[in-house]
């Protein structure tokens, strides 16, 4: 899976849209002006950072040596996932899912339904 994949798929998303204006100049996706993805680089690879529920933070750390907290973003809700080959495409598919839904959530009703979601 490459990061230009994913960040497809990303934008794919009903009302997704790609925004560069932040300290570090990485490739952020947001919803409704809030973020749900972001396509950095850690370690010298890849990486996209995923918004994910405290829950289920540490269990994928533990299940997944290339999910790591998420570099310079609230570690207790955000996974950093490095592009190294050794995740199923189906995992990112279904990461990049939860975080667009859980972003989703918490927007206001009228923001969701000018989305269509």
């Not at 990303?10 to 996706?29: H, M, R, V, W, Y």
């Not at 370690?43 to 540490?58: C, D, I, N, P």
């Not at 994928?60 to 495409?89: F, M, Q, Y």
Request: hydrophobic content about 35%; proline content about 3%; some cysteine.
């Amino acid at each position: 899976m490459t990061s230009s994949e994913l960040l497809d798929y990303c934008l794919g998303k009903p009302g997704a849209e790609q925004s560069t204006e932040n300290q570090s100049g990485a490739d952020q996706i947001k919803v409704g002006g809030v973020m749900f993805a972001m396509f950095c680089d850690c370690q010298g690879f890849e990486a996209v950072s995923l918004k994910t529920s405290l829950e289920m933070a540490g269990k994928l750390r533990a299940e997944h040596t290339c999910i790591l907290p998420g570099e310079n973003l609230n570690k207790a809700h955000w996974n950093t996932v490095v592009l190294d080959g050794s995740l199923p495409d189906s995992q990112f598919y279904s990461l990049i899912d939860s975080s667009y839904k859980m972003v989703v959530s918490a927007l206001p009703e009228n923001t969701r339904h000018e989305f269509g979601v």
